[in-house]
């Protein structure tokens, strides 16, 4: 029952974080969120609870489409271009170990994404602001 009012709890939290979150952040949490749930579908893989597994690896795969999907190629250039196949690799990896309980490819997709993730916290605040007033003159010039 206490188990009950904590997620509860945790929900309410998370969407007061996002309510309250800059785009960096909202990055953040989804890169986060992707890492923990590959994390989740290795473990129910490994206990063989296979409704689990496609459950964590649907939630995965859709947050790597979503982070693939809001990449700006116009402004991002080649670094945008990269990192949008790096996304679609790894959706594929994700969908291949999910079809051959491949952990080896679940530990791939982490490997690439962390050090991603790891860079992203590291962004400088003025880098940030930066990105930030850049996207509202983009915004205002259309």
Known sequence: MALKGINAYRKGS????I?????????????????????????AME????????EFLSRVTA?????RDTLDLDVG????QNMFALYDYMIEKISEGHVRNDLSMLD???SLLTPIRDAWVQI?????????????????AV
């Open 14 to 17: 998370l969407k007061e974080d």
């Open 19 to 43: 309510a309250n979150a800059d785009p960096h952040k909202l990055t953040l949490m989804l890169m986060q969120g992707a890492l923990d749930r590959v994390a989740y579908a290795k473990g």
């Open 47 to 54: 206990r063989k609870d296979y409704v689990a597994k496609s």
């Open 63 to 67: 947050i790597l489409i979503n982070l």
């Open 77 to 80: 250039g080649e670094v945008a």
């Open 108 to 110: 791939e997709v982490i």
């Open 124 to 140: 400088p605040e003025a880098a940030k602001q930066e990105a930030y007033a850049a996207q509202r003159e983009k915004r205002q």
